[in-house]
């Protein structure tokens, strides 16, 4: 009996030991970032066709921001602001440009982003899917910015394939069998980075690590495995199917197949989604790391209508005016979600109006780390555990495309400036949000000093380059 209760000391002594490891130990991290998600795509934002029956379950955990914002409403961009922490008038990658024979114009090295601060903390750091700030071996392969594991697509449009012919383990181009010249479709490359994703939580399990989820869904082209996930949806819409470029002799690799079934694909791919994201939940609990961990989930910017996609069946902006390319809030506003057991309260809402800026000095503030004194975002650690939250003077969004576009957010104003290429051209519109969050009515007209006050801004926050001009002249 007394060797059995000395046992029986020595064990609860071993595991309260480690349950006082586990409280000392600094958070893990989980971004989970969706590619081209809208508002509404999921049930959590009022998605009333497609199941997300595990973002169902983070929201009722955790917190679900009504107000956060993009980087910008097209990918790179987008990314480049949360990785830098500056908004798209300051951070260097402002814009979509492909780099030949694969990859994207990089990150300078001179850049510091949020996977460097955690590395300087202490953490582990991993990213697993898309990349799209560096061509492999350049400044901005992302292994030279701060992450020690990187599997994925290095290049956005080798990402409009979802049975690639390779992926990036690190600097190693890994060839997918059975992909071969994008003639036959045998792996699914969003399954085989899932799986390298839970291994990186197993392999790290022991220490703190940042693990940034960078998931290619449901971007087009409009394409999942036929299974039980597609068979769920399969025959419930009405479709129109879409002709693309098809896998075989005349296959690009940025194009998108063609799809019989759209809508039922699409809905499929945001609750593959979803699944994969039960698929992380469920291995942090399994590993006794759900207590001690933050997860954060969002998208980088709004619906797309490439490939077969019809944003307007599904309300993929949830009601908000514009999709992907668009400055309108349906362009950038996006479902941000962030559960933090014990630091987070569980069902909560947060109208707190922030933006992907605010990510670095966020984790950083968690992790201890200071933060360049140039970045734009603020920390918004103290809404999500209930203390008092300071706001920004504004928010800005810029867009180097269709004549380019610029819009902020102050109070309840939303300005949005559009053909600032050519000031023959510009326009310039505003929206009282709290009022008209749908953008309806354009009241610029009416509110001059609003109006002026909003173009000053714009003026102020873009940070004038030869990559990324506008000219200033105000109408």
């Not at 902020?408 to 290429?421: G, I, T």
């Not at 000031?423 to 953008?439: A, R, W």
């Given at each position: 009996m007394l060797t059995r209760s000395i046992c029986l000391s020595a064990l609860v002594i071993f595991f309260s030991q480690i349950g006082v490891a586990q409280q000392n130990r600094k958070p893990n991290i989980v971004f989970i970032l969706a590619d081209d998600l809208g508002y509404g795509d999921i049930q959590p934002y009022g998605q009333k066709l497609i199941q997300t029956p595990n973002l169902n379950i983070?929201?009722?955990?955790?917190?679900?921001?009504?107000?956060?914002?993009?980087?910008?409403?097209?990918?790179?961009?987008?990314?480049?602001?949360?990785?830098?922490?500056?908004?798209?008038?300051?951070?260097?990658?402002?814009?979509?440009?492909?780099?030949?024979?694969?990859?994207?114009?990089?990150?300078?090295?001179?850049?510091?982003?949020?996977?460097?601060?955690?590395?300087?903390?202490?953490?582990?750091?991993?990213?697993?899917?898309?990349w799209?700030?560096?061509?492999?071996?350049?400044?901005?392969?992302?292994?030279?910015?701060g992450f020690d594991k990187f599997y994925g697509f290095n290049c956005q449009a080798e990402a409009h394939r979802y049975y690639p012919t390779h992926l990036w383990d690190n600097t190693t181009r890994v060839d997918l069998e059975g992909n071969d010249s994008l003639l036959k479709t045998v792996t699914y490359a969003p399954e085989l980075i899932q799986q390298k994703a839970l291994q990186f939580i197993d392999d790290n399990k022991s220490k703190p690590f940042v693990l940034f989820l960078t998931y290619t869904l449901p971007h087009a082209e409009l394409l999942v495995p036929d299974d039980s996930l597609f068979q769920v949806y399969k025959g419930r819409f009405t479709e129109t199917p879409y002709r693309g470029i098809d896998y075989g002799n005349k296959a690009k690799r940025s194009g998108y197949t063609s799809q019989?079934?759209?809508?039922?694909?699409?809905?499929?791919?945001?609750?593959?989604?979803?699944?994969?994201?039960?698929?992380?939940?469920?291995?942090?609990?399994?590993?006794?790391?759900?207590?001690?961990?933050?997860?954060?989930?969002?998208?980088?910017?709004?619906?797309?209508?490439?490939?077969?996609?019809?944003?307007?069946?599904?309300?993929?902006?949830?009601?908000?005016?514009?999709?992907?390319?668009?400055?309108?809030?349906?362009?950038?506003?996006?479902?941000?979600?962030?559960?933090?057991?014990?630091?987070?309260?569980?069902?909560?809402?947060?109208?707190?109006?922030?933006?992907?800026?605010?990510?670095?000095?966020?984790?950083?503030?968690?992790?201890?780390?200071?933060?360049?004194t140039y970045i734009d975002g603020i920390s918004f650690l103290p809404s999500m555990t209930g203390k008092k939250q300071a706001s920004h003077d504004y928010l800005y969004w810029e867009f180097h495309?269709?004549?380019?576009?610029?819009?902020?957010?102050?109070?309840?104003?939303?300005?949005?400036?559009?053909?600032?290429?050519?000031?023959?051209?510009?326009?310039?519109?505003?929206?009282?949000?709290?009022?008209?969050?749908?953008?309806?009515?354009?009241?610029?007209?009416?509110?001059?000093?609003?109006?002026?006050?909003?173009?000053?801004?714009?003026?102020?926050?873009?940070?004038?380059?030869?990559?990324?001009?506008?000219?200033?002249?105000?109408?």
């Open positions: 983070l929201a009722k955990e955790g917190m679900k921001y009504t107000q956060f914002y993009a980087g910008t409403s097209v990918c790179a961009p987008s990314r480049s602001s949360l990785m830098t922490g500056q908004h798209t008038g300051h951070t260097p990658i402002r814009g979509n440009k492909e780099v030949l024979p694969e990859g994207q114009v990089p990150i300078p090295d001179s850049t510091v982003t949020i996977a460097e601060i955690m590395k300087k903390a202490g953490y582990s750091t991993g990213l697993f899917g898309k799209g700030l560096g061509f492999p071996g350049s400044d901005g392969d992302p292994v030279k910015q019989q079934y759209p809508r039922a694909t699409f809905a499929a791919m945001v609750t593959r989604l979803d699944m994969y994201v039960g698929q992380v939940m469920n291995k942090l609990k399994a590993l006794g790391l759900d207590d001690n961990t933050l997860i954060i989930f969002t998208s980088d910017n709004g619906p797309h209508i490439e490939g077969g996609a019809d944003p307007k069946f599904f309300n993929s902006s949830g009601g908000l005016r514009g999709e992907k390319r668009d400055l309108y809030e349906g362009g950038i506003r996006e479902p941000f979600i962030v559960k933090w057991k014990g630091k987070v309260k569980a069902g909560s809402t947060n109208n707190y109006a922030g933006g992907f800026w605010d990510v670095m000095p966020t984790l950083a503030q968690i992790a201890n780390e200071p933060v360049p495309e269709s004549g380019g576009r610029q819009a902020v957010r102050f109070d309840q104003w939303k300005c949005v400036r559009l053909n600032v290429d050519d000031p023959s051209k510009t326009t310039v519109e505003l929206y009282n949000l709290d009022n008209d969050k749908e953008e309806k009515n354009n009241v610029a007209g009416q509110h001059k000093d609003i109006k002026d006050k909003a173009i000053r801004l714009m003026n102020q926050a873009h940070s004038k380059s030869n990559e990324f001009p506008f000219a200033y002249e105000s109408k």
